[in-house]
């Protein structure tokens, strides 16, 4: 059962409906998965097509997608799906809107991931101004937050989800909790229509620290989430400790929320690296002769 005092949303962040089942039992309730195309290609019916002769063509592709999000969605009505367009460096604005108005005829509760790139982020400012909802993804930076905001002005509480990376930024050293601390204070200022999605969870202490900050919702992995179900769902106060040894604080910046979204930063070096590995990972399971 949901405990009564967690006021977070928990998702499962994974591509297997046998999971999602699992959690489900485990902790009596789930409210969402994200689903992105690296965790797709990890899929045990994906896996086998992965080798060459079996690959999918072009558009089974898309079936195979669309019938795993309509069987979680199916498992999850009340909650939301995140469905993940494809986007290479050199996806167009109109390219990214065709999959998700598409992607958006699949299920009635889908949230659609968008990088958070100059496209992406114009690709956000239609699909909200249609109201549909997104999940703007690979943030690594507060400006990237500030611009997600902007860029999505007008939208309803719970159009817009803003996944921060926190796993990718503390691989390369950095304390990726901090980018959360700091994005959820920055928000403080605004009218709350985004809503901060903790992703790249991994850890429990990650987990912990992102409920104990108040993070508005958590992706994590079904392991992280199971052992969280067996350990009795606890739930961290506010004075929760967080020990990063090793990881180079983020300090916050002041950056106001006022401004055009193609006035803040948004440039980073792992939102390239993760769209080209996303990328990667699609054409994988593609025979891109057939
Ligand atoms: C979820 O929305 C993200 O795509 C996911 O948490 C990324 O996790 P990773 O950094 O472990 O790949």
Redesign the pocket.
């Known amino acids: 059962m949901r405990p009564e005092t967690l006021k977070t949303r928990i998702f499962l962040?994974g591509a297997d409906p046998e999971e999602t089942r699992r959690v489900i039992k485990t902790l009596g309730f789930l409210d969402g998965q994200?689903t992105?195309p690296?965790l797709l290609a990890k899929n045990p019916e994906a896996q086998a097509h992965k080798v060459d002769g079996n690959k999918f063509s072009a558009t089974a592709i898309y079936q195979f997608y669309k019938a795993l999000c309509q069987e979680l969605s199916a498992m999850l009505p009340g909650g939301s799906i995140?469905i993940e367009v494809y986007a290479d460096e050199a996806t167009t604005v109109g390219v990214m809107l065709e999959q998700a108005r598409e992607f958006d005829t699949w299920i009635p509760n889908a949230h659609i991931?968008l990088p958070t790139s100059a496209a992406g982020l114009e690709a956000a400012g239609v699909l909200t101004g249609e109201g549909r909802r997104v999940n703007m993804?690979l943030v690594f930076t507060q400006a990237q937050a500030a611009a997600v905001y902007a860029a999505t002005r007008g939208a309803k509480r719970g159009a817009v989800f803003l996944?921060p990376?926190i796993?990718?930024l503390d691989d390369r050293g950095e304390n990726g909790m901090d980018l959360i601390a700091n994005i959820l204070r920055m928000y403080q200022a605004g009218d709350g229509h985004v809503e901060t999605l903790t992703?790249?969870?991994?850890s429990m202490e990650h987990f912990l620290c992102a409920l104990a900050l108040g993070s508005d919702i958590i992706?994590a992995p079904a392991s992280i989430l199971l052992a969280w179900g067996e350990a009795g769902l606890p739930i961290p106060g506010s004075g929760y400790r967080y020990e990063a040894p090793g990881l180079a604080p983020i300090p916050y910046e002041d950056i106001g929320l006022d401004g055009p979204w193609t006035g803040y930063a948004i440039g980073h070096p792992l939102t390239d690296k993760g769209m080209a590995k996303f990328s990667e990972d699609w054409n994988s399971l593609i025979d891109m002769g057939a």
């Not at 992703?199 to 991994?202: D, K, L, Y």
């Open positions: 962040d994200t992105n690296s995140s991931k993804t996944s990376f796993g990718r992703a790249s969870v991994r992706t």
